[in-house]
């Protein structure tokens, strides 16, 4: 399963942005999803989370800015992220984990995918 991850880019501080993250491939289903980040010098943290069940948690530090959502239907996610701040800034990554059905065996398979990253700058 492949991620594509896009909506990144520079706005002021107070701004807003939206990333999605789409997922592709056969046979998969999505369970949780997540969005992380990292800021240069910094370790990746998790920003964001939502169960296939619509369950959601968030990092501290976004609490009150940031919402996560999915379309399940379009196996889309997306982070909403509002009132930025220059020290969201940080390339953000999609995270996606499930299972996929190889449809020769019936078999089905765990995955853990990532997008390739967005890059998203806040200025002061």
């Known amino acids: 399963v492949q991620l594509q991850a896009s909506g990144g880019g520079l706005v002021q501080a107070g701004g807003s942005l939206r990333l999605s993250c789409l997922a592709s491939g056969r046979h998969f289903s999505i369970n949780a999803v997540a969005w992380y980040r990292q800021a240069p010098g910094k370790q990746r943290e998790l920003v964001a989370g939502?169960?296939?069940?619509?369950?959601?948690n968030y990092a501290d530090s976004v609490k009150g800015r940031f919402t996560i959502s999915r379309d399940n239907a379009k196996n889309t996610m997306y982070l909403q992220m509002n009132s930025l701040k220059p020290e969201d800034t940080a390339v953000y990554y999609c995270?996606?984990?499930?299972?996929?059905?190889?449809?020769?065996?019936?078999?089905?398979?765990?995955?853990?995918?990532w997008g390739q990253g967005t890059l998203v700058t806040v200025s002061s």
């Open positions: 939502i169960t296939r069940g619509g369950a959601v």
């Open positions: 995270n996606a984990e499930g299972f996929q059905i190889d449809v020769r065996t019936t078999r089905s398979s765990d995955f853990n995918s």
